[in-house]
């Protein structure tokens, strides 16, 4: 999708644009914030403008991704069946232009043009135990890492939230940066460092082998550290230098893949450490921000009415547009999971009407049951009668509005990423307000990871320099 890029925005830019969002989302809460599994219990069809009904109605999933998503198949010619209303048109375009682009500068990953499991860019020491997404990532990020710190004269990473450690040993063992990794769970720790001993082990046979081959860089394995950090206080663990030596001066880069929730709010806070010279950070898991203290970080964002992103707002904004927009093409018979468990909503409701939106297991093969197959089933795993009688004929009323529940929740997508856009604007304003610089660049392939904006951070501006980070794969 097209949109606004985050680079390059002056202060007054910035503001505007929160100023832009916040107004738009507050115009259109009752969408963001409507939950889909309520799309029968609280008439959320009826809350659309009768002429959104009209121009919505009928739509099959591909005509939705195309007209409403913006998203043609390849070689699709976007062709509208009706004259839509102005107010839809708008509302589209809008969503377009306000939100930050996640398109980088490559389309498709040229590293899995061979083999879509294998990346090319990567030695298959450091794609085992890596999924493709995972290694499109640690690649990117890492060699953005590096170029940043070289720029900024870094001493020394650290990766919060570091997980199993496949990010760090990129960094460390593949591009020979001196790297402290920090994760709370200890067993993911201990597994990362038995996938340190055998990458080394991998690098020392693959060296034996080649003997001509001459090392570009040092190798160091990264220094694992088992510690949960606070998102309110300051972790000394994790400012503390890997060399101390008397004559080192520590200039730390911290960093995180994939940052859940409160913990890229907590590089933030740590970023105005002296020791810390620069930051690069690609967060995630937005529902999972403290509310106060997560968002708004801002205080201009904080100033500004309409402001507030409740949990529903912050929970679509992690959702996948350009995935959902793929199975819409698609047109596939899992589109009709929403649809199915909007009408078991009805029937909870009616039996235990103070039990509202329970969480439900996964229920296999969706698309292969009957609808009061699906709620009955549905029913047992809330802890109610599955034998409870049922009204069928409601039900098969309910499904025949299938495509009306999925024009509901494709429209409510379609204003997802302002929610985001939201979000990582607050905090580029809020480093800002620390006197510092940031900005935002699209770093992975959206198609493989949808939160793929990374917020770089630094004491001092980069100015041309900035470019070099932005890397397009050959």
Same mark, same amino acid.
């Given at each position: ?19 832009? &969002? ?22 959320? !069809? ?5 002429? !959104? ?30 004259? !839509? ?21 490559? +389309? ?60 760090? *040993? ?57 510690? !949960? ?39 933030? *806070? ?55 927009? #793929? *199975? ?7 589109? *009709? ?6 009408? &078991? ?19 296999? %093969?969706?698309? #292969?049951?009957?609808?009061? #197959? ?5 029913? %047992? ?52 307000? +620390? ?28 100015? #041309? ?10």
């Amino acid at each position: 999708m097209p949109g606004v890029s985050a680079r390059g925005l002056s202060l007054e830019q910035r503001r505007q644009l929160a100023v832009n &969002l916040t107004r738009v989302l507050a115009r259109y809460r009752s969408i963001v914030d409507a939950y889909i599994i309520e799309f029968f219990t609280d008439n959320l !069809w009826g809350t659309l403008p009768c002429s !959104w009904q009209e121009a919505l109605d009928g739509l099959n999933p591909p005509q939705l991704a195309t007209q409403l998503l913006g998203m043609p198949g390849e070689g699709e010619v976007v062709r509208y069946r009706s004259v !839509w209303p102005l107010s839809l048109l708008a509302l589209k375009s809008t969503a377009c232009a306000l939100a930050f682009t996640r398109t980088p500068g490559f +389309q498709t990953p040229s590293e899995f043009l061979e083999n879509p499991s294998q990346s090319s860019r990567l030695t298959a020491p450091f794609r085992k135990h890596v999924r493709p997404k995972k290694q499109h990532e640690i690649r990117r990020l890492g060699e953005l890492v590096k170029k940043l710190s070289d720029l900024t004269g870094c001493t020394q990473v650290v990766d919060i939230g570091s997980g199993q450690g496949h990010l760090s *040993r990129f960094m460390s063992l593949g591009l020979g940066l001196l790297v402290k990794s920090i994760e709370g769970d200890q067993r993911l720790v201990q597994r990362a460092q038995r996938l340190d001993q055998e990458l080394l082990q991998a690098l020392e046979k693959e060296e034996k082998r080649h003997p001509q081959v001459v090392r570009a860089s040092p190798r160091y394995s990264p220094h694992h550290v088992v510690r !949960w950090v606070e998102p309110t206080a300051l972790c000394e663990e994790l400012l503390l230098p890997l060399d101390t030596s008397p004559q080192s001066r520590a200039r730390l880069l911290l960093t995180g893949l994939h940052a859940c929730g409160d913990l890229s709010v907590t590089l933030l *806070r740590h970023f105005s450490c002296p020791q810390v010279v620069a930051l690069a950070s690609v967060g995630c898991c937005y529902m999972k921000l403290s509310d106060p203290g997560g968002y708004p970080l801002s205080q201009w964002v904080a100033g500004l009415p309409g402001h507030e992103l409740p949990y529903r707002l912050r929970e679509g904004a992690c959702h996948a547009l350009e995935e959902y927009a #793929e *199975r819409l093409q698609k047109s596939g018979p899992g589109l *009709r999971t929403h649809c199915y468990r909007a009408a &078991l909503e009805t029937v909870i409701r009616g039996a235990q009407p103070e039990l509202r939106r329970p969480g439900v297991q996964g229920i296999p %093969r969706v698309h #292969e049951l009957k609808i009061e #197959e699906y709620v009955r089933r549905g029913l %047992r795993r809330v802890g109610l009668d599955p034998q409870l009688p049922l009204n069928v004929a409601a039900l098969q009323a309910h499904q025949a509005q299938e495509n009306r529940v999925v024009a509901f929740f494709s429209l409510a997508l379609l204003l997802a990423p302002l929610v985001e856009t939201l979000i990582l604007l607050d905090r580029l304003l809020y480093v800002q307000e +620390q006197g510092f610089y940031a900005e935002l660049l699209p770093i992975f392939s959206p198609a493989l990871s949808p939160r793929n904006l990374v917020l770089v951070a630094t004491k001092r501006p980069l100015g #041309e320099a900035l470019s070099l980070l932005e890397m397009e794969d050959s």
